[in-house]
């Protein structure tokens, strides 16, 4: 674990947790669910224009997927079509089997909730997407509330509303800074930033690495999100 911040004392009560690359491995079902929306749309497999598209769809890991949409086709009604032909694609493949907890995250929110922290899952996906991921892992119930952008008024990262709606709807601590934000990419980062969390962790497990997660304001970088306890634990010890 690396800290490139001040310590900042933290109760550390609310933690919003990522899902795909974060909590959930989904072994680059992003890109296969979108390379599905695209052909549905028109954009013909191997060419340039397929080519930029993908590029854009792995930089912007961990924003609202209908946001991406919108700047890779413009119109609103086709930015709407292909979200749908993605969410629709993606959820195939989730019930195909290829989608996975990432070790450790299930028992990670068990003892963090043990602990008496709220959990909050978020995802950039639909609410029928997150609902599918939820149901193919069991996780229904799992943490304590899920929010995916819609859920937030419509904006999803890198904008801070879904750390906000966490915060608001859980009444878990007083203050936004005693909440902790989870994630694998810049946008999980800047999220945080923009709500003030107090602790902005960045994991290894997905989109970025850690010089990334850093510039984009992480104030730990975790190997995985199974060493977030531990970390929460440091924290709380003089000097830490």
């Given at each position: 674990m690396t800290d490139n911040t001040p310590h900042r004392t933290t109760s550390a009560k609310l933690i919003v947790l990522d899902m795909a690359g974060t909590t959930v491995a989904d072994g680059g079902l992003v890109e296969r669910a979108f390379e599905r929306a695209a052909e549905r749309l028109g954009v013909e497999p191997g060419s340039a224009d397929h080519t930029a598209k993908l590029q854009y769809v792995r930089d912007t890991m961990g924003e609202s997927k209908i946001s991406v949409f919108r700047h890779l086709f413009g119109a609103e009604d086709l930015?709407?079509?292909?979200?749908?032909?993605?969410?629709?694609?993606y959820g195939e493949l989730v019930d195909g089997g290829l989608i996975a907890p990432l070790p450790g995250a299930r028992e990670t929110i068990e003892k963090l909730r043990a602990e008496g922290r709220t959990v909050v899952l978020t995802t950039g996906f639909a609410r029928v997407t997150q609902d599918a991921i939820l149901d193919a892992l069991g996780w229904q119930g799992l943490a304590d509330l899920t929010l995916c952008p819609a859920d937030a008024g419509g904006r999803g990262r890198p904008y801070p509303d879904m750390v906000l709606?966490?915060?608001?709807?859980?009444?878990?601590?007083?203050?936004?800074?005693?909440?902790?934000?989870?994630?694998?990419?810049?946008?999980?980062?800047?999220?945080?930033?923009?709500?003030?969390?107090?602790?902005?962790?960045?994991v290894l497990t997905g989109a970025h690495d850690g010089a990334?997660?850093?510039e984009h304001g992480a104030t730990h970088v975790l190997a995985s999100v199974a060493d977030l306890p531990a970390a929460l634990e440091q924290q709380r010890e003089p000097g830490a």
């Open positions: 930015a709407q079509r292909a979200n749908s032909a993605f969410e629709e694609a709606a966490a915060f608001l709807r859980t009444g878990a601590v007083a203050d936004v800074r005693e909440s902790v934000v989870v994630g694998d990419t810049a946008y999980d980062m800047l999220s945080g930033v923009r709500a003030g969390a107090g602790i902005v962790a960045g990334t997660l850093r």
